[in-house]
């Protein structure tokens, strides 16, 4: 299964959650996001999983060897999103309701 196709079944999976709503077409920042309540959380940038979590554990997914800080080609890395590697076993759904979680309050 390609990454695309997994990010496919993952917004198939939480779009049926409250508040959740899938990609809308269109260019630029979050044209392929994941929101809740208005707010990105998940996003597929450049064939990689991105989610949005506290600094923090980005920091300690990174320190893991997860994924880096994702940089949206600003020069400056978000610290608060993760641009997960495609190599990583962490499972998407899980890191994904993680990010809903705490963007959703």
Known sequence: MSLEERFEDLVD??????????PQPGRGF???ALKVRGRIFAMFVRGR????LPAA???????????????????KPMKEWLNLDPESTVDWSALAK?????VGG
């Not at 999983?49 to 949005?52: A, C, D, E, G, S």
């Not at 554990?57 to 020069?75: Q, T």
Request: glycine share 18%; proline share 7%.
């Open 13 to 22: 999976e939480l779009v049926g959650l409250p508040g959740v709503t899938p």
């Open 30 to 32: 979050g044209a392929h």
């Open 49 to 52: 999983l991105v989610v949005k």
């Open 57 to 75: 554990r980005v920091d300690e997914l990174v320190g893991a060897g997860e994924g880096i800080p994702f940089d949206a080609n600003k020069g």
């Open 98 to 102: 993680e990010a809903m979680s705490f």
